[in-house]
């Protein structure tokens, strides 16, 4: 029987919000349980077997002062300086990474509470040749609506999903999305809506809600509950 051959991945996390909803902080750097956002979010990918190389994605200012403990929490961890929006900081992340990767992940640097297990069913599937992001099933109704406001749709909630991070994505797939995304300019709210744009099948791995992003100052709060809750159950 041949060994199993772990898959060669890189990640990138782009962390260069202008953190609009939290009052010009850099949600990033907040201290969650004693703790900064972006290390949380960091550190179970680098704890994670497979992961060769990760890109951190910071504001130009963040980078000429970047915190020691960022410079010098791992030699696989790079900084470059993100885009004016999420698509082009991505895209500065891929073209950093290590060239012989199987898998390229990307996760928001905002997002502190992904769990381990979520992270290893996304690049399962992704060395497996299919494109996979975390989320979780719509409870809400979702309307649809136009410019003044008015529902035009209500899309049946049983096929409707959040999308959150990570996605992982085969290498050769998503640096070929992103190719034409730059070149054509193609707007993106995820890196998903790329791929599938350009043709790549992706599929939904179930996510808990817990696993949320930081965009305003209440989510901390909500966040550090979480952590309290998850420390007790443990």
Same mark, same amino acid.
């Given at each position: 029987?041949?060994?199993?051959?772990?898959?060669?991945?890189?990640?990138?996390?782009?962390?260069?919000?202008?953190?609009?909803?939290?009052?010009?902080?850099?949600?990033?750097?907040?201290?969650?349980?004693?703790?900064? %956002?972006?290390l949380?979010?960091?550190?179970?990918? =680098?704890?994670?077997? !497979? &992961?060769? /190389?990760?890109?951190?994605? +910071?504001p #130009?200012?963040?980078?000429?002062?970047?915190?020691?403990?960022?410079?010098?929490?791992?030699?696989?961890?790079?900084?470059?300086?993100?885009?004016?929006?999420?698509?082009?900081?991505?895209?500065?992340?891929?073209?950093?990474?290590?060239?012989?990767?199987?898998? %390229?992940?990307?996760?928001?640097?905002?997002?502190? =509470?992904?769990?381990? !297990? &979520?992270? /290893?069913?996304?690049?399962? +599937?992704? #060395?497996?040749?299919?494109?996979?992001?975390?989320?979780?099933?719509?409870t809400?109704?979702?309307?649809?609506?136009?410019?003044?406001?008015?529902?035009?749709?209500?899309p049946?909630?049983?096929?409707?999903?959040?999308?959150?991070?990570?996605?992982?994505?085969?290498a050769?797939?998503?640096?070929?999305?992103?190719?034409?995304?730059?070149?054509?300019?193609?707007?993106?709210?995820d890196?998903?809506?790329?791929?599938?744009?350009n043709g790549?099948?992706?599929?939904?791995?179930?996510?808990?809600?817990?696993?949320?992003?930081?965009?305003?100052?209440?989510?901390?709060?909500?966040?550090?509950?979480?952590?309290?809750?998850?420390?007790?159950?443990?």
């Open positions: 029987m041949k060994p199993v051959v772990a898959p060669r991945v890189g990640v990138v996390v782009p962390a260069a919000g202008m953190a609009r909803r939290m009052r010009g902080e850099s949600k990033q750097f907040l201290d969650l349980a004693g703790q900064p %956002v972006l949380r979010a960091l550190r179970p990918f =680098l704890e994670h077997e !497979a &992961v060769r /190389s990760v890109v951190v994605a +910071l #130009a200012a963040e980078v000429e002062e970047t915190p020691s403990w960022l410079t010098e929490l791992d030699e696989r961890v790079a900084i470059v300086v993100g885009g004016d929006n999420r698509r082009d900081s991505v895209w500065a992340g891929i073209q950093i990474l290590a060239q012989d990767l199987d898998v %390229v992940v990307v996760h928001d640097g905002a997002r502190p =509470l992904v769990s381990s !297990a &979520v992270i /290893s069913r996304c690049i399962q +599937l992704a #060395a497996g040749g299919v494109g996979a992001i975390a989320g979780f099933p719509a809400d109704t979702i309307k649809e609506v136009d410019d003044s406001g008015s529902v035009t749709r209500t049946e909630r049983e096929r409707l999903w959040h999308a959150q991070t990570p996605q992982a994505f085969p050769a797939q998503i640096v070929a999305a992103y190719i034409r995304a730059v070149q054509e300019d193609w707007p993106a709210t890196d998903a809506g790329l791929v599938e744009r790549g099948a992706v599929t939904m791995v179930e996510s808990p809600s817990t696993n949320l992003k930081i965009t305003r100052p209440e989510d901390v709060a909500v966040a550090e509950l979480i952590l309290e809750r998850e420390t007790l159950e443990q």
